[in-house]
């Protein structure tokens, strides 16, 4: 379990941990896996690979797409 207080604009992700799964950013911003895994692909959402399996994706890329979000719609 994540120990985070999240903001409303989810930009502010206070966290112990550098990374978050691929489950954890579902539950974090309400989106579905492959919802992710798109914006993965586009190259507008930064994610690391871990093994075979595991992806993970850094707080502070996690931060960058919720603001480039943010930028967009204004």
Known sequence: MIENEIKTDKSDI???KEALSI???ED???ICRSTIMNEIKKGRLKARKVGTRRILIRIEDAKEWA???DDANP
């Open 14 to 16: 206070k966290s112990d």
């Open 28 to 30: 974090l911003y309400s």
């Open 67 to 69: 603001k480039s979000l």
């Open 23 to 25: 489950a954890e950013f």
